[in-house]
Structures are given as C-alpha cells and as structure tokens.
C-alpha cells in the first residue's frame, strides 16, 4: 500500500510544473510584455491600418501613450468613456469612473471606444483586427478583454462579430454563483495552443482512485 501511495506521488509531482519552469516562463513572459510595451508606433508594420475608409466614414490612426495626450484630448477620452460606460455600469459607475479615468491616461492604456454616430460601420471591427495583429506580431499568446454584461451589443459583438470567447478566468465559469454577483465577463481569443490551454479549455479535475 505504502509503495503505491509513493509511486502515484511521484509521478502527480512529476506531472506538476516545476518552480524554476514557471518562473522562467515568467521571466520570458515579462520580457516580451516590456518590448511591446517599448514600442512607440504600433502601427509602423502595419501601414495599411493607418487609414480607415468605408461607408462614408475616414479616419487616420496614429500611435500615442495615454500620459503623452494634450489636456484637450485627455478630456475628450474620458467624456467618451463616460457616453459609452455609464449606462452598462449602473449604479457601479460613480466608483469606477474615477478608476477609469485613471486608467485612460495611463501609459499601459489600452481601450477601445467607438462614438456613437462611427459605430456600425465596421471601424470597431477593423480596430479589434489591428490589435490582434499587434499581440501577434509581439509573440503575444491571446488577447483578454472586459465587457458588462449589461452591454449587449458590446457582447454580441465579440462573441458573433469577433469571435472571442468567455475565458475559463471570467467568473461565470469560475464559479457560477460568483457569476451571477458579477457585472462583467471576462473574453478571449488566443493565438497559441498554451495560451488556449489556460484560457478557453475547462479545467479538468483528477480524482486519485
């Protein structure tokens, strides 16, 4: 009996990844969060991004990093934050605003807001695209979202338009109870079978018999 409770220890630890694998793994992972985060024009290998043409709308992209901006587009950014997040929040928003608004400028932001009179006519598409090209170009392994649940057309986007899915992090699948108390879902869509092995795959439990 002794002999095989030590056999089945030996090979769970073995299925186990080892201290030193996933601080090197992280280690790797910093790195090349810190070259993408370096890079000062996103759009320079992708020329073709930098226009937007379509359905009437024109509109040019360029790189920049949310502590950079001018006051005037500072407050431009965070009152559409507020036209397109203050309906989804509900009574939430008077304590996320001000965590928003923060993170808005900050020099890691990355948001993605449409106007209302721009949305519909592809752009919103177009500027997830260039995203996951970006992640992509940057060995990143997925790419890993927020949206309120209250926000329907929000959700439907990524999960028909897009494809993104409800990620194993997201509390719904978590825990369902926890689910339910939450206001947002957590998606994803990923680029390399590791990253889709931790984010999409349900866990599966080992039972020892």
Known sequence: ??????????????????????????????ALIKVASAEKDYLSA??????YQ????????????????????????QNLLKANMEGPYGSEW???????RREMVAPEAHYVFLEPHVQGKGLGKFLMQLIELIACK?????????????NSAAMNFYLCKMRYVT???SPSRVDPLIGIEKSYEILCKTFSNEAKAILEEPLELVHSV
């Open 1 to 30: 009996m002794e002999s095989k409770g030590l056999s089945r220890n030996n090979r769970e630890n073995k299925a186990k990844p080892k201290r030193k694998e996933i601080i090197e793994k992280r280690k790797a992972m910093d």
């Open 46 to 51: 992708f020329p073709a991004f930098r226009h």
């Open 54 to 77: 379509i359905s009437g709308l024109s509109a040019f992209l360029e790189s920049g990093r949310g502590d950079k901006l001018s006051s005037p587009v500072k407050q431009f950014i």
């Open 94 to 100: 008077p304590a996320e605003e001000k965590v928003k």
């Open 138 to 150: 940057n060995h990143m392994g997925a790419v890993v979202l927020t949206v309120q649940k209250a």
């Open 167 to 169: 990620s194993t992090i």
